[in-house]
Nanobody, 125 residues
Framework: QLQLVESGGGAVQPGGSLRLSCAAS????????IGWFRQAPGKEREGVSC????????NYADSVKGRFTISKDNAKNTVYLQMNSLKPEDTAVYYC??????????????????WGQGTQVTVSS
């Protein structure tokens, strides 16, 4: 059973940076796509970025393009989300999720099967 654990959240000022980690245990992520999602209070969960673990294909939500970078470490079975130039509107609980790759990556939450517990990111002055 694939298990995902997020870490790296915290509180930062606007313009600051954080790096989130999504560490997987169980099977290798080689056949999976990994997505980062976020959910702010009172809002629906939205896709932020995604990556195919083997081929490295990536996609980003328009709201984070140029500020966030998704990457992976195959040896550590871990995916990262580097978040720069953070804004107050980035405040949310951030989740990573996994689905079998199947040739597609996606920012749609409902296609993902495995989810981590989430990590809080707060951007405030």
């Amino acid at each position: 059973q694939l298990q995902l654990v997020e870490s790296g959240g915290g509180a930062v000022q606007p313009g600051g940076s954080l790096r989130l980690s999504c560490a997987a245990s169980g099977p290798s992520l080689d056949y999976y796509a990994i997505g980062w999602f976020r959910q702010a209070p009172g809002k629906e969960r939205e896709g932020v970025s995604c990556i195919s673990f083997t081929f490295g294909r990536t996609n980003y939500a328009d709201s984070v393009k140029g500020r966030f970078t998704i990457s992976k470490d195959n040896a550590k079975n871990t995916v990262y989300l580097q978040m720069n130039s953070l804004k107050p509107e980035d405040t949310a609980v951030y989740y990573c999720a996994a689905k079998l790759y199947g040739g597609q990556i996606s920012l749609l939450p409902h296609v993902y099967d495995y989810w981590g517990q989430g990590t809080q990111v707060t951007v405030s002055s």
